[in-house]
């Protein structure tokens, strides 16, 4: 352009004239085809060029418009014809040489793993998402998988030990390996440890063998009670007791293992007044040998118990503190062995139907009389363990402060094959494919993916939550999503999954894309969803999932699922949780198993990562919503028909509130189908709107230290709506524990959640519906 506007001016050099200089450069703000316009001088640009000043004789130029104007027609004919050649030329080249300007851009020196200029969205080039399902299918092989696991495969590898700090360094070196940003994560934690006598338990007098097993965060006291047998240590075991008019208060609590988490069973007993519990695992239940010891923990919670709400870095004092969730009584794992040598023995009522379907020997399964008396010491010993949270990450090249992450634990109490082993093999080889996938493949992931290998997941997913704790303030409104690897593979004949109900469409069109690992001509949405796949394959998410803290403290949307036994459960928490165990719980189709969970994760991450939109669908909470509205309504109707509940508590707001969600999630849907949905702008505005959902429904008026677990349809606590309708159920039978004051407070509360979660939803201010 400079050239041909050189040119020009020496032909035309006479009169001062202005020109208009056009100069394309790529806008890094989004537009490459910038325009700058810029009012010069012909006679200034052509002084200076040839060195002259104000003085120049213009009479002495050969181009002085006084001699052009005696050439004749036919001599300006032609530099007319000249100029209009010379201008179309010096323009093509300038318009091309920007192109390749702005293809050299794009295409180079855009580093999968650092900082990236900004580029027009138009212009990130990705492939379609056939392609990205079709590669991942071939990149993610069981050889790689087999040689993960053979590598990660450790005997010894306890939270903060040296071998669990030996895989942390491997996963580190493989990170890198794949030239991925990696960091680490240094928490200082306390947990249990067996102290220098092992707990022991004694029956009528005697001690009953002994066993190495133990729960961490077990009060650590000597206590005897008379033994009380309560099938699984369920809410609705010890209301089965009551109805028979027994007393749980003093009593040595006898459970078995299963159903649910070691913590709820203690915490169910503890608040009955029970002296101490005995948990083991009965045959029925658990093909292990007799002598095989439990372990586990008890803290109703997750993280270190001893900094609640808040993270354990070792450079921040903090006040002597611990967690409502620590259990005020001893709790104890116990073996086959002297689980059959006590309740063989037990005398009292007979169980209620039911209870007496176990298989240990010779045990008729009675409850147990007054002159059962067992003594239990636990002599655990509280110190603090240096822990490390591993992390590498894939910037996205559009939105790369936006994620998800894939975290799977990495210690285990004994081998740990399938509690973390599979878990960290698959985090590794998702890891390895999808950087594959952008070095030799084109895939430009439009949001970042970190990969996060957890220490200390034993003792409550300590590792995992005091990194959310830590970081919970620049999580927010960033991290979109979590992905547990965790127990990912106990077994073949049964695909559970619990998730956030944002992602149900999402796994459920997933798992119509993953062939079956047991009949590959089904998919696994065939093979196990049924008639109604809610039914046959999500269930509760509850304190058990390494998903839960996520989901329900900081209000990520979160998924875990599991290829599982439908008739003995693992044995997690044992030493026989080995290859070959998994082996035969899985009919020798673990590396099957593992590349078709593999899969799933893998579908899940790139479509939460490729499309514009976030693949998370907020209508599913109205039904969730209305769920609990209803039951609410009718249990405060029934209430205030018996008298029990005043008839000023009213239902108005809470619908309102409901009414609200609804409409913002109408109101959104209805939003995307009428948006250009290539503009990103908009597309990261309605992003915002579905990634405030969840963080919205944790409620703001609870204590993280007093309860950890705000979300107020998932969590648990007073202030969920799950509570409120125990609550009412309390005042309707006129309980001791009802208290209507406390009721009314907690359903104003939760009201106002749910609306502000709908203001959050409907965007700004002035699309807020503030009738409430």
């Known amino acids: ?3 041909a506007r050189t040119t020009i001016s020496k032909i035309f050099n006479g009169e001062p004239r202005s020109y208009t200089r056009f100069n394309l450069t790529q806008n890094m703000e989004g537009d490459n085809s910038h325009v700058e316009m810029k ?96 590669l991942l299918k071939k990149k993610l092989t069981t050889l790689n998988i087999n040689t993960n696991l053979r590598e990660f495969s450790s005997a010894s590898h306890q939270a903060g030990s040296t071998g669990d700090e030996a895989l942390a360094n491997k996963i580190m070196g493989k990170f890198k390996t794949f030239g991925m940003s990696t960091w680490t994560d240094e928490h200082y934690v306390k947990i249990h440890e067996p102290g220098s006598s092992n707990n022991r338990v004694l029956f009528r007098g005697n001690v009953v063998e002994t066993t190495e097993g133990y729960l961490a965060y077990s009060a650590i006291k000597t206590v005897q009670g008379a033994a009380l047998y309560a099938h699984y240590g369920r809410a609705e075991d010890f ?40 948990i083991y695992p009965d045959p029925v239940n658990y093909s292990i040998k007799e002598d095989t010891a439990l372990f586990g923990h008890v803290h109703l919670g997750t993280g270190d118990p001893y900094t609640p709400g808040f993270p354990s870095f070792n450079h921040t004092q903090f006040p002597p503190a611990q967690s409502s969730g620590l259990p005020s009584i001893p709790a104890q794992t116990i073996t086959i062995k002297q689980a059959t040598a006590i309740m063989s023995k037990l005398g009292g009522r007979t169980s209620p139907d039911g209870w007496s379907d176990g298989m240990l020997r010779d045990t008729m399964y009675s409850l147990g009389d007054e002159g059962d008396i067992i003594t239990v010491e636990v002599n655990n010993v509280l110190i603090q363990k240096k822990i490390h949270n591993v992390f590498g990450v894939i910037k996205g090249y559009m939105d790369a402060d936006r994620y998800i992450v894939i975290g799977a634990q ?6 740990g094959y399938a509690r973390s082993t599979v878990g960290t093999s698959l985090l590794v080889e998702l890891a390895r494919t999808i950087t594959d996938m952008i070095k030799n493949d084109g895939f430009k992931p439009k949001r970042s993916i970190v990969f996060a290998s957890w220490s200390a997941g034993e003792f409550g997913s300590v590792g995992a939550t005091e990194w959310l704790e830590g970081y919970l303030t620049s999580l927010n409104m960033k991290m979109f999503s979590y992905i547990s690897l965790d127990e990912v593979i106990s077994g073949f004949d049964s695909f559970k999954a619990t998730a956030s109900p944002l992602l149900y469409e999402l796994l459920e069109s997933t798992m119509k894309q993953v062939s079956s690992p047991v009949d590959a001509t089904k998919s696994l949405h065939e093979q196990f969803a049924g008639s109604n796949w809610e039914k046959s394959v999500m269930e509760p998410m509850g304190l058990s999932h390494s998903a839960y803290p996520f989901q329900t403290f900081s209000g990520i949307p979160s998924i875990s699922f599991r290829f599982t036994s439908s008739s003995k459960s693992y044995p997690f928490g044992t030493i026989e949780d080995t290859d070959q165990t998994l082996e035969r719980y899985t009919s020798y189709n673990t590396l099957k198993l593992a590349k078709t969970a593999g899969e799933v994760v893998g579908l899940v991450t790139l479509r939460l990562v490729h499309d514009h939109l976030l693949k998370l669908n907020v209508a599913k909470y109205t039904s969730v919503i209305r ?14 028909t018996s008298g029990r509940l005043p008839s000023t508590v009213t239902m108005q707001w809470l619908l309102s509130a409901q009414g609200s969600y609804d409409r913002a999630a109408s109101a959104l849907i209805s939003a995307i189908r009428n948006s250009d949905l290539d503009d990103m702008e908009q597309c990261r505005i309605i992003n915002n709107r579905i990634m405030r959902v969840e963080g919205s429904l944790l409620s703001p008026y609870v204590s993280p ?46 009201t106002w959640t749910i609306q502000g979660c709908a203001n959050a939803l409907a965007g700004e201010v002035w699309d807020m519906d503030n009738e409430i």
């Open 1 to 3: 352009m400079d050239q």
């Open 39 to 134: 009012l010069s001088s012909d006679m200034d640009d052509e002084v200076d060029a040839n060195g002259g000043g104000e003085n120049t004789n213009q009479h002495n130029h050969p181009y002085y418009p006084s001699k052009l104007n005696q050439r004749s027609p036919k001599t300006i004919c032609g530099f007319v014809i000249g100029i209009l050649f010379l201008f179309i030329i010096g323009y093509l080249i300038g318009y091309l040489s920007n192109r390749n300007t702005d293809k050299t851009e794009i295409k180079s020196n855009c580093p999968v793993f650092n900082e990236i200029a900004p580029v027009r969205a138009e212009a990130v080039y990705s492939l379609d998402w056939s392609d990205l399902r079709a």
């Open 239 to 278: 209301r089965r007791l009551q109805d028979r008019n027994i007393d749980v208060n003093g009593k040595v609590v006898l459970v078995r293992a299963g159903l649910l988490s070691f913590a709820e069973k203690v915490a169910n007993a503890a608040s009955l007044n029970a002296s101490a519990v005995l």
């Open 410 to 415: 990495r210690d285990a109490w004994g081998p």
């Open 627 to 640: 769920s609990y509205v209803s039951q609410i309504r009718s249990k405060v109707e029934s209430c205030q």
């Open 705 to 750: 230290r007093e309860s950890l677990f705000r979300h107020i349809l998932l969590g648990s606590g007073s202030h969920t709506l799950a509570a409120l309708v125990d609550h009412l159920e309390a005042i309707k039978g006129g309980h001791e524990s009802a208290d209507i004051d406390q009721f009314k407070n907690q359903f104003a509360l939760a």
